[in-house]
Protein backbone atom coordinates (compact mmCIF):
# COMPACT_ATOMS: atom_id res chain seq x y z
CA UNK A 1 0.00 0.00 0.00
CA UNK A 2 2.32 3.25 -1.34
CA UNK A 3 0.10 5.74 -0.18
CA UNK A 4 0.21 4.65 3.45
CA UNK A 5 0.97 7.63 5.62
CA UNK A 6 -0.53 8.78 8.64
CA UNK A 7 -3.02 10.80 7.49
CA UNK A 8 -4.65 7.93 5.70
CA UNK A 9 -4.77 5.77 8.93
CA UNK A 10 -7.60 6.82 11.49
CA UNK A 11 -8.56 5.21 14.77
CA UNK A 12 -11.71 3.65 14.65
CA UNK A 13 -14.35 4.06 18.37
CA UNK A 14 -13.46 0.64 19.55
CA UNK A 15 -9.91 1.56 19.13
CA UNK A 16 -9.02 -0.23 15.94
CA UNK A 17 -7.48 1.33 12.82
CA UNK A 18 -8.72 2.06 9.55
CA UNK A 19 -7.42 2.84 6.28
CA UNK A 20 -8.95 5.37 4.25
CA UNK A 21 -7.69 6.21 0.37
CA UNK A 22 -7.30 2.88 -0.33
CA UNK A 23 -7.48 3.58 -3.98
CA UNK A 24 -4.15 2.53 -5.00
CA UNK A 25 -4.01 -0.60 -2.70
CA UNK A 26 -3.41 -4.21 -4.28
CA UNK A 27 -5.13 -6.84 -2.85
CA UNK A 28 -3.41 -10.30 -3.27
CA UNK A 29 -3.98 -13.96 -2.73
CA UNK A 30 -1.39 -14.91 -0.79
CA UNK A 31 0.44 -12.64 2.32
CA UNK A 32 2.87 -10.03 1.77
CA UNK A 33 6.78 -11.57 1.66
CA UNK A 34 8.53 -9.82 4.24
CA UNK A 35 10.28 -7.45 1.89
CA UNK A 36 6.77 -6.37 0.78
CA UNK A 37 5.53 -5.38 4.47
CA UNK A 38 9.23 -4.08 5.27
CA UNK A 39 8.60 -1.46 2.29
CA UNK A 40 4.88 -0.79 3.53
CA UNK A 41 6.28 0.33 6.63
CA UNK A 42 9.23 2.29 4.89
CA UNK A 43 6.28 4.43 3.38
CA UNK A 44 4.41 4.89 6.52
CA UNK A 45 7.91 5.90 8.18
CA UNK A 46 8.73 7.92 5.08
CA UNK A 47 8.71 11.41 7.12
CA UNK A 48 10.48 12.69 10.06
CA UNK A 49 7.23 13.87 11.54
CA UNK A 50 5.17 10.34 10.99
CA UNK A 51 8.36 8.55 12.81
CA UNK A 52 8.59 11.27 15.47
CA UNK A 53 4.87 10.21 16.37
CA UNK A 54 5.03 6.63 15.99
CA UNK A 55 8.28 6.43 18.82
CA UNK A 56 6.14 7.41 21.11
CA UNK A 57 3.60 4.16 20.48
CA UNK A 58 6.15 2.42 18.27
CA UNK A 59 6.38 -0.95 20.26
CA UNK A 60 2.74 -1.24 20.82
CA UNK A 61 2.11 -0.35 17.18
CA UNK A 62 4.62 -3.26 15.99
CA UNK A 63 3.19 -5.51 18.68
CA UNK A 64 -0.21 -5.29 17.10
CA UNK A 65 0.99 -5.64 13.65
CA UNK A 66 2.25 -8.80 14.26
CA UNK A 67 -0.66 -10.31 16.25
CA UNK A 68 -2.70 -9.40 13.69
CA UNK A 69 -0.25 -10.86 10.72
CA UNK A 70 -0.20 -14.39 9.83
CA UNK A 71 3.76 -14.78 9.80
CA UNK A 72 5.84 -17.80 12.00
CA UNK A 73 7.60 -16.67 14.89
CA UNK A 74 10.68 -16.98 12.92
CA UNK A 75 9.32 -14.27 10.20
CA UNK A 76 7.90 -11.50 12.89
CA UNK A 77 11.49 -11.48 14.63
CA UNK A 78 13.03 -10.80 11.66
CA UNK A 79 10.77 -8.08 10.62
CA UNK A 80 10.85 -6.99 13.96
CA UNK A 81 14.39 -5.96 13.75
CA UNK A 82 13.83 -4.59 10.22
CA UNK A 83 11.20 -2.31 11.01
CA UNK A 84 12.99 -1.09 14.25
CA UNK A 85 15.90 0.07 11.51
CA UNK A 86 13.20 3.08 10.46
CA UNK A 87 13.60 4.38 13.61
Given at each position: ??S ?11 Q?F??I ?17 N?N ?22 Q????QS?IS ?7 R ?7
Amino acid sequence: FRSIHLENVIVLPDQSFGLIDVSDMKIFSHSLSLRMRNGNFRHLTRYETHRDLLKSALMPFIQAYMRQSNISKRQRLKLRQRLLKHF
